[in-house]
């Protein structure tokens, strides 16, 4: 099964014959009448026919669904690291993992790049926007934020595939507060604190996941440190933030309009 959004080669190959049959009807019914819009149509029939011999080179390849990838990560982790998905995690942990974890994920990057980052607790705004990065690089003009993962799943299923949107739009955020042009998104994958595991351990021990099992699973500091990092610099957009703006506005205007609504209804 392919992704919904997704057309397969196969497809991609018959949309282009369906539209090169289109295209020859409407030749025929112009040909004769009109011979300037004939010779554009000729040259659009031609064009189709190469990318459909283009297409057919790969019409028969296989094309791998979002699903079966995400499970072929957990099955490379597995052979690799012999690592396997940890427990879902207590929402309370899964959030407590990633603010304890923050300094060391931001250590690493500093083992990594040579840079001597530190943690940022400031909150900045503007007239419209208000943040709190993990690390602001004034000197390069660079926002840095770490995305600390609760196991080696979570953490590898970010790999070939685009940064997700919510944290490309958190990026462009941080751009437009501090009038940068990059930002980097960092996923780490670092062991999780003594007393998440035990609480996992447990609320979760049992028939399913042994002890050993569900600490092996969260912890990672066997595997070297470069094998932990995914990096995702995103490029500031501008006409993206002026949308975020003017979107911004619009709510502002609407907000009174809600309190009229309300106070109407009495």
């Not at 392919?2 to 369906?18: F, I, L, R, S, V």
């Not at 490379?76 to 603010?99: D, F, S, T």
């Not at 003009?141 to 997700?164: A, G, Q, T």
Request: charged share 35%; hydrophobic share 35%.
């Amino acid at each position: 099964m392919t992704d919904g959004n997704k057309k397969t080669p196969m497809a991609h190959w018959q949309d282009a014959c369906e539209l090169l049959v289109e295209e020859e009807a409407k030749y025929e019914a112009i040909e004769k009448k009109h011979q300037k819009p004939a010779q554009a149509k000729l040259l659009k029939i031609e064009g189709l026919r190469l990318k459909i011999a283009e297409l057919a080179l790969t019409k028969d390849d296989d094309v791998l669904s979002e699903t079966c990838k995400s499970k072929l990560a957990g099955l490379y982790a597995w052979l690799k690291y012999k690592k396997w998905i940890a427990p879902e995690g207590i929402g309370q942990n899964r959030v407590a993992k990633g603010k304890s974890v923050e300094g060391l994920s931001i250590e690493m990057i500093n083992r990594l790049d040579g840079t001597m980052y530190s943690k940022n607790e400031e909150r900045f705004e503007n007239e419209y926007l208000i943040g709190v990065p993990d690390v602001v690089d004034n000197e390069n003009k660079i926002v840095v934020d770490v995305k600390s993962s609760w196991d080696i799943d979570s953490f590898l299923c970010n790999v070939n595939k685009e940064l997700n949107r919510v944290y490309w739009w958190q990026a462009q955020g941080y751009m437009a507060l501090f009038g940068f042009e990059k930002a980097e998104i960092d996923y780490c994958l670092i062991s999780t604190p003594e007393h998440i595991i035990e609480s996992e351990i447990e609320k979760k021990a049992g028939d399913r996941y042994s002890p050993e099992e569900i600490r092996n699973n969260l912890t990672f500091d066997e595997i070297p440190e470069e094998e932990r990092r995914l990096r995702f610099i995103v490029d500031r957009d501008e006409p993206a933030i002026e949308k975020l703006y003017k979107r911004l506005r619009k709510c502002r205007e609407y907000l009174p309009i809600i309190e009229q609504l309300h106070l109407g209804m009495k």
